[in-house]
């Protein structure tokens, strides 16, 4: 009998070359979405996309302009219910983006962020494990599938533009696009795996709350001696606020920070206690000399399971080479709090302005933008998406995954719960050294195979 799984599995085998080509074309558009220059990459982009879906037999290819970056929709909804008696092949949103991080700094990177290039086992370009590796890897499984056959499920499509500036235009999208976007569930690969072998669904997600922080003093730059000792530098006054935002036990001192976070119950302490990334495992894949965090929760726990305030950049004064001796006029940071349930991004907004108002000192003057948000997602883990996604991901590497709490974000798998009420199914194959955000950026071949087959197997077996 003719078998759809086995042709569609020997297709993409028969197709790895043409595979890895697709992805580097995608790669090599430089589709930065925080960066205004990058704008007409953007719009590249979202037509390179809509082209492939079109590609694929998708119907109804659409993009919708929004406020910063297009969407790109598709749908597939011809397929037949193979069991007698069951309700109709079910409807899975894909979900992805096209757009990545910046790339700075360039610098370091060996081989150009949009020249993608493979070296040992992996592909190194910006956004080939963020998410461009991921958004092909299911195509070339559907691909693979129609090749094969008819599609078992019904396919809709959801490529973005924004994730990586906190997708600020998806919610008004969604909620003015409710019935075209109906569905049974959401397929997110944008969170990968713990490790190679290691398959891993992701059933929470941090939030985020992003602001630019500026501090000014002087009406200008002062000389350092003639006025040392009768301003207050705005450099140091600004690190005074930065250094109060913890206390020694690590935790972030903003006033109620804390109140709306969800306590970990025994059960899911004692359940992320078997993960395998234990404090071995961050000091490896972070390099640092040691691990700093909240005190009395374990570094699974903070990473994934509590809130956190960090400091994402600085700039002041004289940062050339050789010295200077100056007052700078002005210092500024980019300070993001990573949030978890129950906590909202705009109560920490009203958080942050108490913290300032309280602790600045008035001999300086500062002011606070508002960059972005993300509200945190918990999942329920026995939605169809998540029990079809783990038989899979045991079938293929032969183990139960690991179920764990990402501490990076998505944010339309809140709004996707908020607005459509669906659940999500978070699971991709990029891994934890894949250097995601940062200089060469790469994506492990050999995984990101298994991950087209794990798709193919997903697909058939939602359809079966
Ligand atoms: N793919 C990431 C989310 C992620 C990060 C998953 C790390 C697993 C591990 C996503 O593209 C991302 O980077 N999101 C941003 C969202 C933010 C700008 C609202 C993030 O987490 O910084
Ligand atoms: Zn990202």
Not at 139 to 147: C, F, L, S
Not at 331 to 356: C, E, G, H, N, T
Not at 376 to 382: F, T, Y
Not at 416 to 423: F, H, K, S, T
Request: proline residues 7%; negative net charge; charged residues 20%.
């Amino acid at each position: 009998m003719f078998d759809q799984r086995i042709a569609a599995l020997e297709y993409v085998r028969q197709n790895k070359e043409q595979s890895l080509k697709l992805l580097e074309t995608f790669l090599s558009i430089p589709s930065i979405s925080t960066e205004p220059a990058n704008q007409p990459d953007m719009q590249r982009a979202a037509y390179w996309v809509a082209a492939q879906l079109s590609g694929l037999g998708m119907q109804n290819v659409e993009i919708f302009p929004t406020a910063r970056h297009p969407v790109v929709y598709a749908e597939w909804l011809g397929a037949h219910p193979r069991t007698a008696g069951a309700g109709g092949a079910p409807t899975v949103l894909i979900y992805g983006h096209y757009d990545v991080q910046p790339a700075d700094p360039l610098d370091r990177w060996q081989t150009g962020p949009f020249e993608p290039t493979v070296r040992g086992e992996s592909l190194y370009a910006r956004g080939a494990s963020d998410m461009k590796g991921q958004v092909v890897a299911v195509m070339k499984a559907v691909e693979a599938i129609v090749k094969s056959g008819d599609l078992p499920v019904n396919l809709k499509w959801l490529i973005e533009g924004e994730e990586e500036i906190g997708s600020p235009s998806l919610e008004a999208f969604i909620a003015e696009h409710k019935n075209l976007l109906a569905c049974d569930f959401a397929l997110n690969p944008d969170a990968g795996m713990i490790g190679p072998e290691d398959p891993t669904i992701t059933y929470a997600l941090r939030g985020l709350a992003y602001f630019e922080l500026r501090v000014f003093g002087p009406a200008s730059d002062l000389h350092s001696g003639i006025y040392g000792g009768v301003v207050h530098n705005p450099a140091n006054a600004l690190a005074e606020l930065i250094a109060g935002m913890h206390d020694a036990e690590g935790r972030v001192t903003l006033p109620g920070f804390y109140d709306k976070v969800r306590p970990l119950s025994k059960e899911e302490r004692a359940e992320l206690a078997r993960l395998p990334t234990d404090e071995k495992h961050f000091l490896e894949q972070t390099g640092a000399p040691a691990l700093y965090g909240e005190a009395g929760f374990t570094p699974a726990e903070r990473a994934g399971a509590r809130p956190t305030l960090d400091v994402n950049g600085m700039l002041s004064g004289f940062t050339g080479a050789g010295s200077k001796t100056v007052i700078p006029a002005w210092a500024m940071a980019k300070i993001s709090m990573r949030l978890v349930p129950d906590q909202d991004p705009a109560d920490v907004a009203k958080q942050f302005y108490a913290y300032l108002e309280a602790r600045a000192s008035k001999d300086i003057r500062w002011e606070v933008t508002e960059m972005h948000g993300g509200t945190p997602s918990i999942s329920d883990r026995n939605n169809a998406g998540v029990r079809a996604m783990a038989a899979t991901l045991e079938s293929v590497w032969g183990k139960q995954p690991y179920f764990r709490r990402e501490g990076g974000s998505i944010p339309v798998v809140a709004q996707m719960q908020r607005v459509l009420g669906i659940e999500s199914v978070v699971a991709g194959f990029g891994l934890p050294n894949d250097n995601v955000h940062a200089p060469n950026e790469r994506l492990h071949l050999p995984t990101w195979y298994m991950g087209i087959e794990a798709f193919i197997h997903f697909f058939i077996n939602l359809g079966s």
